[in-house]
């Protein structure tokens, strides 16, 4: 079973960074494309980053040059590094993994939450 | 960029009813289109992928259609634990999602 567990979110005031995590396991990690997806309060999902199994990377623009994603293979673990956070970044951050090349995301995390705020 | 515009933003339906769900892409995306189901407090699940293809495990209620820049997320008789928000996806140049429909009790 495919199961996906984020942390890392927290209270973080305006200008400062964050780590998230995301633990995976039930399935062979290093060949999917893995992503973050973010839902902030009462609104729609927003694609934030995605890492592909050689490990290209790829930026919503709006966190182009802020967010850094990457992964480790070796531990089954997904991170997004978020810099120079704003108020706008403040969401449920969820990983999601892709099913296959081109697919769609087969399989969520339950979500973390972070919070830009003074 | 891609840009796909969901209709309606809600849906206000009765138990058993048919519900219609459109979601239109500015440019075409073949048929790399998905649809997911979330529900209160719930991460999103995955409803439809490839326009038309039916994820694991869902009920044969759920159908979608279309293709270029023109889908359709059917679900022929509404069931209590259908009403919830439904996303579009494109996984043609990106990873964009539509804005939303939901679906509510009428």
């Known amino acids: 079973e495919v199961q996906l567990l984020e942390s890392g979110g927290d209270l973080v005031q305006p200008g400062g960074s964050l780590r998230l995590s995301c633990a995976a396991s039930?399935?062979?990690?290093?060949?999917?494309?893995m992503a973050w997806v973010r839902q902030a309060p009462g609104m729609g999902l927003e694609w934030v980053s995605a890492i592909n199994l050689g490990g290209r990377t790829f930026y919503a623009d709006s966190v182009q040059g802020r967010f850094i994603i990457s992964k480790d293979s070796s531990d089954n673990t997904l991170y997004l590094q978020m810099n120079s956070l704003r108020a706008e970044d403040t969401a449920v951050y969820y990983c999601?993994?892709?099913?296959?090349?081109?697919?769609?995301?087969?399989?969520w995390g339950q979500g973390t939450l972070v919070t830009v705020s003074s | 960029e891609i840009w796909l515009t969901q209709s309606p933003a809600t849906l206000s339906l009765s138990p058993g009813d048919r519900a219609t769900l459109s979601c239109r892409a500015s440019q075409s995306v073949s048929s790399f289109l998905a649809w997911y189901q979330q529900k209160p407090g719930q991460a999103p699940r995955l409803l439809i992928y490839?326009?038309?293809n039916r994820a694991t495990g869902i009920p044969a209620r759920f159908s979608g259609s279309g293709s270029g820049t023109d889908f359709t997320l059917t679900i022929s008789s509404l069931e209590p634990e259908d009403y919830a928000l439904y996303y579009c996806q494109e996984r043609f140049t990106g990873w964009t999602f539509g804005q939303g429909t939901k679906v509510e009790v009428k």
């Open positions: 999601a993994k892709e099913g296959g090349h081109t697919l769609p995301f087969d399989s």
């Open positions: 039930g399935f062979t990690f290093g060949i999917y494309t």
């Open positions: 490839g326009a038309s």
